[in-house]
């Protein structure tokens, strides 16, 4: 015994070392769901404001874009009323009834911490579980797809940005009809890879990704990105596709949470097999 | 001012730089530098080792917990606080230092320092870049990363040294 003590306190250095590296190797391990929760309501509660301080500043630099965004997203929307229709007939009267069911709804909300420099990126947005935040919901900007929602906690949500080495998005081209996924494979922020296209599919530079809405998590033809070069990688039967997001992910500012309201019923569906 | 005044400032002080203002730059899209390191390369000589490795500790977990990433800063900051005896013995060769001065421009001389600060800056980066990636697929990417991370945390410590601890 005394022996142990004389060879630990001789190595004390090392093995003060040793202890310290073993505490913080088990906080990265263990920053899945639970640590992540506790960050969220105990920490978050802090750093949620100072960081709400921060971007609350930032947002005055980016207001002339965002205004430029928001108008043009109020353009596409005015087209979709009924009165922008041709109305030539006199049966051009749309009417909400039962049979046009609601099935996304969309809360609009302020992202407070962002990153694009890391290669698993996260962002907290401004809603919560009190604003009906959920796990799983879809992030979307105005211009495309930006995340899924990990973990809320009342006020705040945390959520993995497509730029994160964990993020699978299912997709397909516009033109062609093509499935494929959607990952990021790192270092630039404004490319991501898609893959899984099959090799017979016919592609070209500045084709539309957008969602496929096969996850029941994102609804379908939200803009993900335009393709810029596409190849079949060594060893691969299917062409591996480069992107140019759609969304600049390092000024985003606000988004919005998209709710699948029949997410549920389409679960129970695939639990019952 | 006492020194220990001036350490738990200085403790403050870069905690607060780094989490407000340079966690929010990045030249290039993914260069982040990261200057809190300082205060670990800054205590002085004659700090006990298991000081070293405490303040290093915490120093790492003050930084995780405002950048939302447990442990990576904490593990990088403690290996880095591991190696500084040894960098130090190696910065220093035969050169002797005065009781109750810290290794720092003004009390090193400008090349043992540079050597002294570029080695434990690429030992914290590379091992701080591998931890967050947490695979070697990626290898040469991440090294890039750490690379150029580590010439920007470089450059940021050569400027405060310039600024804060210049010769009078």
Same mark, same amino acid.
């Given at each position: 015994?005394?022996?142990?003590?004389?060879?630990?306190?001789?190595?004390?250095?090392?093995f003060i070392f040793l202890a310290l590296e073993i505490i913080a190797f088990s906080l990265i391990i263990n920053h899945t769901y639970y640590q992540r929760h506790v960050l969220l309501n105990s920490a978050n509660r802090f750093t949620g404001t100072l960081y709400?301080?921060?971007m609350g500043m930032a947002e005055y630099f980016s207001l002339k874009r965002t205004n430029v965004i928001l108008a043009e997203e109020n353009a596409? /929307?005015?087209?979709?009323?009924?009165?922008?229709?041709?109305? %030539?007939?006199?049966? @051009?009267?749309? !009417?909400?009834?039962?049979?046009?069911?609601?099935?996304?709804?969309?809360?609009?909300?302020?992202?407070?911490?962002?990153?694009?420099?890391?290669?698993?990126?996260? /962002?907290?947005?401004?809603?919560?579980?009190?604003?009906?935040? %959920?796990?799983?919901? @879809?992030?979307? !900007?105005s211009n495309g797809v930006v995340g899924i929602v990990m973990n809320v906690s009342e006020n705040y949500a945390w959520v993995m940005s497509a730029l994160n080495s964990?993020?699978?998005?299912s997709g397909r081209l516009k033109r062609s009809g093509y499935n494929g996924s959607l990952l990021w494979e790192g270092v630039d922020y404004r490319t991501g890879t898609f893959r899984d296209v099959p090799s017979h599919a016919e592609i070209q530079a500045g084709d539309t990704v957008v969602t496929s809405g096969y996850s029941f998590i994102f609804p379908p033809d939200i803009m993900i990105g335009t393709v810029t070069d596409h190849f079949v990688a060594r060893g691969d039967h299917f062409f591996t596709l480069n992107l140019a997001f759609s969304v600049d992910f390092n000024r985003l500012a606000h988004v919005y949470v998209v709710k699948n309201l029949v997410r549920k019923e389409q679960m129970s569906i695939i639990e019952e097999l | 001012m006492s020194l220990y005044i001036r350490i738990l400032i200085r403790f403050v002080a870069l905690v607060l730089v780094q989490v407000l203002i340079l966690n929010n730059i990045r030249f290039g899209g993914y260069i982040n530098p990261y200057l809190y390191i300082l205060f670990v390369l800054m205590l002085p000589y004659e700090t006990p080792g298991w000081l070293l490795l405490v303040s290093a500790?915490?120093?790492?977990?003050?930084?995780?917990?405002?950048?939302n990433t447990p442990g990576m800063h904490t593990a990088a900051t403690v290996f880095m606080a591991f190696c500084r005896p040894a960098i130090l013995r190696l910065a220093m060769q035969k050169q002797e230092y005065e009781p109750g001065t810290y290794p720092s421009f003004k009390h090193m001389g400008f090349q043992t320092f540079f050597v002294y600060i570029t080695l434990l800056v690429v030992i914290h980066h590379t091992s701080l870049f591998l931890i967050e990636v947490f695979r070697f697929t990626e290898v040469i990417t991440t090294l890039t990363r750490a690379g150029l991370s580590s010439l920007f945390t470089i450059m940021l410590i050569i400027i405060t040294q310039y600024l804060f601890y210049s010769k009078s």
């Open positions: 015994m005394r022996n142990l003590l004389a060879f630990l306190l001789k190595y004390k250095f090392f709400s301080w921060n596409r /929307l005015r087209e979709k009323l009924p009165q922008s229709l041709n109305n %030539d007939t006199a049966t @051009a009267i749309p !009417a909400f009834d039962s049979i046009s069911m609601l099935q996304y709804s969309y809360v609009p909300a302020r992202v407070v911490s962002n990153s694009t420099h890391k290669r698993n990126n996260y /962002l907290m947005i401004d809603k919560g579980r009190r604003h009906g935040i %959920d796990r799983d919901m @879809a992030v979307i !900007a964990h993020s699978r998005i | 500790f915490l120093l790492g977990y003050m930084v995780d917990f405002f950048s």
